[in-house]
């Protein structure tokens, strides 16, 4: 029997896909939903092929109240929501703002709303590490620990503290009034999950990021350039306070991510401990140009790139204190970056349409010979 079931939304997308694949593989149920706005309905056969579990899947808007209410009806084992719908590209936001509070802020307030009348009230919720903004302009708050000022520097960075405080404000809220009202109320909890940068792909290579559109990370970026797609890639500066000038970022793998909302779920419902934020970071930090030379290696060429001017918002250093993370949930990475790389490039390279085609023979009876 699964130990609980979880709505996973926006779970066909990069994160949430891995969340998924991890939740199955421990025993939970998963009932998917997702617009598709940024993902595709294939990444539900992936995660099957590879645990041999499906999770339920309905193509619905975070925004559309009565179609999460309609969800939550038919799935009354519902217990915990993991919320990674969301817009994510940091420029872009700045340029349509109403449109990523909208589907950010207005999204996860419809999704706690549907939560309420359906009386699940566990929430771990995708974060990030943008909240934070500039953390160099404290003296020693790099690497970045949970109590390090919020200051986000952009729109998405904003709409991501504001669901943190909109989250915050409900299950406070939801406890005051139940135990006003005489009834138990440590049952609603939320986790804010401050994640890093997310990288790398599944090591099966039939599961790994394929965004609709261009992507704007660095790592998904250099595959592009690795397999011709893209020229060169664009370094946004190399006249930050670093070693070399270029900006530093704490990368984890997807896979150590995933594991990491399964800690912060197991822990909400064993420890009932109402909001807490935790890092989801390696505590390692990795310059543009070591990055760079990372991929190089695995790729086995030097790829092209071209500095050019510093991108808005953009800041020096993100790099975890995962400390609080470490040992409260008993989590830590396990994977390298090099671990990361070379599962991107496995990805990237036998998959060059993503998930539009099928996935390479070879990795297909790799997997069946590890599962039979
Ligand atoms: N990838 C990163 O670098 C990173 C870093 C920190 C935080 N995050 C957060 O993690 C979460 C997942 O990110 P990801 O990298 O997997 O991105 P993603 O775009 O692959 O996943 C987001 C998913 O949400 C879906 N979605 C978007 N709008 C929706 C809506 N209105 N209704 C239903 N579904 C909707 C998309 O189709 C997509 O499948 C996001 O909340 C993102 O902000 C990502």
């Not at 699940?120 to 990030?128: M, R």
């Not at 609709?212 to 790592?219: A, I, R, S, W």
């Not at 490039?345 to 010979?369: I, S």
Request: hydrophobic share 40%; proline share 5%.
């Amino acid at each position: 029997m699964a130990v609980g079931t979880v709505l996973v939304t926006g779970g066909t997308g990069y994160i949430g896909s891995f969340t998924a694949l991890a939740l199955l593989e421990n025993d939970y149920d998963v009932v998917i939903v997702d617009n598709l706005y940024n993902s595709s309905k294939v990444a539900v056969d992936r995660i099957e092929l590879i645990c041999g579990k499906r999770p339920a899947f309905y193509e619905v808007d975070v925004t559309d109240e009565a179609a999460l209410d309609k969800v939550f009806a038919a799935h009354p084992e519902i217990d915990s929501v993991i919320h990674f719908a969301a817009l994510k590209a940091v420029g872009e936001s700045g340029e349509i703002p109403l449109e990523y509070y909208r589907v950010n802020v207005g999204g996860s307030i419809s999704l706690l709303r549907s939560m309420s009348r359906a009386n699940v009230t566990n929430i771990v919720f995708s974060s990030s590490a943008t909240v934070y903004g500039d953390a160099t302009r404290f003296p020693d708050m790099i690497p970045i620990p949970e109590h390090c000022p919020i200051g986000p520097t952009n729109t998405y960075g904003r709409t991501k503290t504001m669901i943190e405080t909109v989250i915050t404000d409900q299950v406070e809220a939801q406890r005051n009034n139940n135990k006003k009202a005489g009834k138990s109320f440590d049952q609603w909890n939320g986790a804010l999950l401050r994640y890093f940068n997310p990288c790398g792909a599944h090591p099966s290579g039939i599961m790994g990021e394929d965004p609709q559109g261009v992507p704007f990370n660095l790592l998904p970026l250099l595959g592009k350039v690795a397999t011709g797609e893209r020229e060169k890639l664009l370094v946004f500066g190399d006249d930050y306070a670093s070693k070399d000038g270029t900006a530093i970022r704490d990368y984890i793998h997807v896979l150590d991510l995933a594991k990491g909302h399964l800690a912060a779920l197991n822990y909400l419902r064993e420890h009932k401990p109402g909001v807490r934020a935790w890092n989801l970071g390696s505590g390692r930090g990795s310059t543009v140009f070591e990055m760079i030379k990372a991929f190089s290696k695995v790729v086995g060429r030097d790829l092209p790139y071209e500095v050019v001017d510093r991108r808005q918002g953009d800041v020096l250093d993100l790099t975890a204190n995962p400390a609080l993370a470490n040992k409260e949930l008993g989590w830590k990475t396990e994977l390298t970056l090099e671990d990361a790389c070379a599962d991107l490039w496995r990805w990237v390279e036998n998959n060059p349409k993503g998930y539009r085609q099928d996935p390479p023979a070879k990795f297909l009876e790799a997997l069946k010979a590890k599962t039979s």
